[in-house]
């Protein structure tokens, strides 16, 4: 009775091992975070941040584009170190409550715009600024590979550095009475 006792335990405890180690638990991996300026590799796809700027808007007058919250450019190269063309996926930025931003579609007006559809040859590089629109605030940018299977993120601190704002000249002297 004890062996059969013995044996069942043990084919129990086999097949819960098993079972454990099969199939996708529903949780993926975290992921890493990077710092900006750091040479990051996910995939096939070599990605480098450069540098950010917040913007009140694009362009002049009545062709200015204006965000609901503001304009954030992120400058970066992604080089593509496969034997063929990848795609290089739209990136996000999410802040640290989880609120989640998407790239922004149209470029127009951005200086040197990265494109929002990226296909790049092999040892060549998409390069220039990704827009968002987004409250100012730390971000990560969320990166991945050219499946969207891996992805990483980048730690972008929240800077105003860049942000140099058009403020009109007040022309004339005080009045004197």
Same mark, same amino acid.
């Given at each position: 009775?004890?062996?059969? *006792? ?20 529903? =949780?993926?991996?975290?992921?890493? /975070?990077?710092?900006?300026? +750091? $040479?990051?590799?996910? #995939? ?11 913007? /009140? ?5 009545? +062709?200015? *584009?204006? %965000?609901?919250? $503001?304009?954030?450019?992120? *400058?970066?190269? &992604? /080089? ?8 290089? %996926?739209?990136?996000?930025?999410? +802040? ?10 149209? #470029?127009? #007006?951005? %200086?040197?715009?990265? #494109? ?13 600024? &990704?827009?968002? +629109? &987004? %409250? ?12 969207? =299977? *891996? ?11 860049? =942000? ?14």
């Amino acid at each position: 009775m004890s062996q059969l *006792r013995f044996v069942t335990v043990l084919a129990v405890a086999a097949a819960a091992s098993l079972l454990s180690s099969c199939g996708d638990s529903g =949780e993926k991996a975290s992921a890493r /975070t990077y710092n900006m300026g +750091d $040479r990051i590799t996910v #995939g096939h796809i070599v990605y480098v941040v450069f540098e950010t700027q917040w913007l /009140t808007h694009i362009g002049q007058g009545v +062709d200015a *584009r204006v %965000p609901q919250h $503001r304009f954030f450019l992120v *400058r970066l190269s &992604a /080089t593509n170190g496969a034997g063929g063309d990848v795609i290089v %996926p739209n990136f996000s930025v999410e +802040d640290d409550s989880g609120n989640s931003y998407a790239e922004l579609p149209s #470029g127009e #007006g951005v %200086p040197q715009y990265i #494109g929002f559809l990226r296909t790049v040859k092999p040892a060549e590089s998409a390069q220039g600024n &990704a827009i968002f +629109d &987004a %409250p100012p605030q730390h971000y990560k940018l969320k990166i991945a590979d050219e499946n969207g =299977e *891996r992805a990483a993120y980048i730690d972008i601190p929240l800077s105003f550095v860049s =942000e140099t704002p058009d403020v009109p000249e007040v022309g004339g002297k005080e009045k004197t009475k």
